[in-house]
């Protein structure tokens, strides 16, 4: 008899995450799967590099050596059953590690593996073909390192149908773990879209670990021994809804307000969250507290997939490195843009005798002088800075000198320079990502348990209609108060979290209470929220609403330097960009804040 309720844990949030999760969650006896999430754009090059060195390598060796060491003898007695994408570029050399492993501690696992990720066969023929970056249009690079498909749920269902106890995958999108467990479970036919969606939103919420149950909260001084942070788990029901909640006596926060930040993370549209199986449209989420640690999320809508996969490709370009030097004593922060300045004025010049040529690019912050606040902020003298110094050259050696000429600003110019230590600053391979859209035709997804036949995955079926989006643009001034205002930050009315696809920066913005909705629709729009950040954001701001839980989200191009690999910037992922908007000034009705603070 089929289970009413299946209770997925999710244990990693990425490569390097803590092994608490994993433990945290077997030894809490309330999940019936283990999920992890190991694969990032980088992670995926780094894989590839590590495979190009060694043939058994290219996986995140982590799963196999730390998380499944601890956890597998547990998991295998209480019926756990595992998920993981830890395959990385080479998913059966990874089983075989994790075969050899269960060998080892005398556990019986059947192990299957997923593939067929791969594109970079195909990439000549679609060069040919004029396929090209899904956001520029340009051709795609000729010497890619890799090219990986994001696969959906269906071929993780599929060995779990064949029996499988673990299975591995290369890439596939982040909730696909959490979707596959919940299609063998309850069985649903791949048209039942509000389910899809519902248990892929489930699969966000758990996707990056402690996220989902109160990291990075904007209230971070009420969520409660951090050493201990709860690791996410989702009861998740026949009908696509689910709870959020964490083992007992574990750290973290679960509300409406911390799963509504996660929900946020990353999302673009809301109303067309695109994902290999369905799209989801989180327009009209419900949260609501259920318990103590406990969220009902109900209301998610789904349609039908697109006919397309979407692919992301790495590809060296150049090299960079990152310097840092600390300088203490009056005029820090002066000293050290000084000290950047005088580096790269010297290392040109050096350059320029050795027939070199420039830098591709350079990148000078200030650390803790609230550079990334532009002007909004004031910024008392600092007595202790930071200097961050990033550049980019197409030749290896250009980035050595720099390398050497850091140190010597230690005994060459400003008082009180410290903190070089770690030795040079390394010079590495600029890894840059591109993405473009695949038929799903072209690739041949296969599964198979260790040792047996592979089979054929089946393609999810989907369509290329026009979808309606949840931009909202208009203005709702008229619904406020004009009577007395005050100025308060944004941080006052609302909650925030940022994120990064590429050079896109999405913050989504989340209302402390309904009643604050109005004010935020009429201040906080795409012209004010551009202005706010034109020091960082260089393109276009779209606002979308999401009126389910009273929030906003802002989708904002070229705001990132490039992006994750190919930023210069300290914060190239943008995990800064809510904290920025959070203080941004609003003029509000001063009888709503009256009581603020009073019994």
Same mark, same amino acid.
């Given at each position: 008899?089929?289970k009413?309720?299946?209770?997925i844990?999710?244990?990693?949030?990425?490569?390097?995450?803590?092994?608490?999760g994993?433990t945290?969650?077997?030894?809490s006896?309330k999940?019936d799967y283990?999920v992890?999430?190991?694969?990032?754009?980088?992670?995926?090059s780094?894989?590839?590099?590590?495979k190009?060195?060694n043939?058994?390598?290219?996986?995140a060796t982590?799963?196999?050596?730390?998380a499944?060491?601890?956890?597998?003898?547990?998991?295998k007695?209480?019926?756990?059953?595992?998920?993981?994408?830890?395959?990385?570029?080479?998913?059966?050399?990874?089983?075989?590690?994790l075969?050899?492993l269960a060998?080892?501690?005398?556990?019986a696992?059947k192990?299957a593996?997923?593939?067929?990720?791969?594109?970079?066969p195909?990439?000549?023929a679609?060069?040919?073909?004029?396929?090209?970056?899904?956001?520029? @249009?340009k051709?795609? #690079?000729?010497k +890619?390192?890799?090219?990986n498909? /994001?696969l959906?749920?269906? &071929?993780?269902?599929?060995? *779990?149908d064949?029996?499988a106890d673990?299975?591995?995958?290369g890439?596939?999108v982040d909730?696909?773990?959490?979707?596959?467990?919940?299609?063998h479970?309850?069985n649903?036919?791949m048209?039942?879209y509000d389910r899809l969606a519902?248990?892929s939103?489930a699969?966000h919420?758990?996707?990056?670990?402690c996220?989902?149950?109160g990291?990075?909260h904007t209230?971070w001084?009420?969520?409660p021994d951090w050493a201990h942070?709860?690791y996410?788990i989702v009861?998740?029901?026949?009908d696509?809804?689910?709870?959020v909640?964490?083992?007992?006596?574990?750290? @973290?926060?679960?509300t #409406?307000?911390t +799963?509504g930040e996660?929900?946020? /993370?990353?999302?673009g549209? &809301?109303a067309?969250?695109? *994902?290999?199986?369905?799209?989801?449209?989180?327009?009209?989420v419900?949260?609501t507290?259920a318990?103590?640690h406990?969220?009902r999320?109900?209301?998610v809508?789904?349609?039908a997939?697109t006919?397309?996969?979407?692919?992301?490709?790495?590809?060296?370009?150049?090299?960079?490195s990152?310097?840092?030097?600390?300088?203490?004593?009056?005029?820090?922060?002066?000293?050290?843009?000084?000290?950047?300045?005088?580096i790269?004025?010297?290392?040109r010049?050096?350059?320029?005798?050795?027939?070199l040529?420039?830098?591709?690019a350079?990148?000078?912050?200030?650390?803790g002088?609230?550079?990334a606040?532009?002007e909004?902020?004031a910024r008392?003298?600092?007595f202790?800075?930071v200097?961050?110094l990033?550049?980019?050259?197409?030749?290896k050696?250009?980035?050595?000198i720099f390398?050497?000429e850091?140190?010597p600003?230690?005994?060459s110019?400003s008082?009180?320079t410290?903190?070089a230590?770690?030795?040079?600053?390394?010079?590495?391979?600029?890894?840059?990502q591109?993405?473009?859209?695949?038929?799903?035709?072209?690739?041949?997804v296969?599964?198979?348990?260790?040792?047996g036949?592979?089979?054929?995955a089946?393609?999810?079926?989907g369509?290329?209609?026009?979808?309606?989006?949840?931009?909202?643009?208009?203005?709702?001034?008229?619904?406020v108060?004009q009577?007395d205002?005050?100025?308060?930050?944004?941080i006052r009315?609302?909650?925030a979290?940022?994120?990064?696809?590429?050079?896109?920066?999405?913050?989504?913005?989340?209302?402390?209470?309904?009643e604050?909705l109005?004010?935020?629709?009429?201040?906080?729009?795409?012209?004010?929220?551009a202005?706010?950040?034109?020091h960082?954001v260089k393109?276009k701001?779209?606002?979308y609403?999401l009126p389910?839980?009273?929030?906003?989200?802002?989708v904002c191009e070229q705001?990132?330097?490039?992006?994750?690999?190919?930023s210069?910037?300290?914060d190239?992922?943008?995990?800064?960009?809510?904290?920025?908007?959070?203080a941004m000034?609003?003029?509000?009705?001063?009888?709503?804040?009256?009581n603020e603070?009073?019994?």
């Open positions: 008899m089929k009413q309720m299946i209770a844990g999710g244990a990693s949030g990425f490569w390097g995450d803590s092994v608490t994993a945290q969650l077997v030894a006896g999940i283990l992890f999430d190991y694969l990032a754009e980088l992670t995926m780094l894989l590839a590099s590590a190009m060195k043939p058994e390598m290219g996986y982590d799963f196999v050596a730390i499944m060491k601890a956890v597998l003898k547990d998991a007695a209480s019926g756990i059953r595992v998920i993981a994408n830890a395959g990385g570029v080479n998913p059966r050399a990874c089983a075989h590690a075969q050899a060998d080892e501690l005398g556990v696992i192990i593996v997923v593939e067929g990720d791969d594109v970079l195909l990439l000549p679609l060069r040919a073909e004029g396929i090209g970056d899904m956001q520029t @249009g051709a795609l #690079p000729e +890619v390192l890799t090219a498909a /994001y959906g749920a269906l &071929p993780i269902k599929l060995a *779990l064949a029996g673990v299975v591995i995958t890439r596939c909730s696909a773990v959490t979707l596959g467990a919940l299609l479970e309850f649903w036919s048209d039942e519902g248990a939103l699969g919420i758990i996707e990056c670990g996220q989902g149950v990291g990075l209230d001084e009420a969520v942070s709860g996410p009861e998740c029901h026949q696509g809804s689910f709870i909640t964490k083992p007992q006596g574990t750290g @973290g926060l679960v #409406p307000a +799963v996660q929900l946020l /993370y990353e999302i549209d &809301p067309r969250y695109i *994902l290999p199986d369905v799209i989801g449209d989180f327009t009209q419900r949260l507290q318990g103590e406990r969220v999320v109900e209301g809508q789904g349609l997939p006919s397309t996969y979407k692919v992301s490709a790495t590809y060296a370009d150049g090299f960079r990152a310097a840092q030097l600390t300088v203490v004593g009056f005029d820090a922060e002066r000293k050290v843009r000084r000290t950047a300045e005088s790269l004025e010297r290392t010049e050096i350059f320029m005798r050795l027939g040529p420039d830098y591709s350079t990148q000078i912050e200030v650390l002088s609230a550079w606040y532009g909004h902020i008392p003298p600092l202790e800075a200097m961050w990033a550049v980019s050259h197409t030749h050696q250009a980035l050595e390398s050497r850091i140190a600003a230690g005994t110019w008082p009180g410290t903190g230590g770690g030795g040079r600053p390394s010079v590495s391979p600029a890894i840059k591109v993405a473009f859209l695949l038929n799903k035709q072209r690739l041949q296969t599964v198979s348990l260790l040792g036949a592979a089979i054929a089946p393609i999810p079926t369509s290329d209609l026009t979808l309606p989006s949840a931009i909202i643009t208009e203005d709702d001034s008229s619904n108060s009577g205002l005050i100025t308060i930050p944004l009315l609302a909650y979290r940022s994120g990064d696809k590429g050079d896109i920066s999405n913050i989504g913005v989340m209302a402390r209470q309904p604050y109005p004010l935020l629709r009429a201040q906080l729009t795409e012209a004010s929220v202005a706010y950040l034109e960082l393109g701001v779209t606002r609403a389910g839980i009273h929030a906003f989200n802002f705001a990132l330097g490039g992006g994750g690999m190919a210069l910037r300290h190239p992922l943008g995990k800064g960009m809510a904290q920025i908007l959070l000034p609003l003029r509000v009705p001063a009888e709503l804040f009256a603070g009073k019994p």
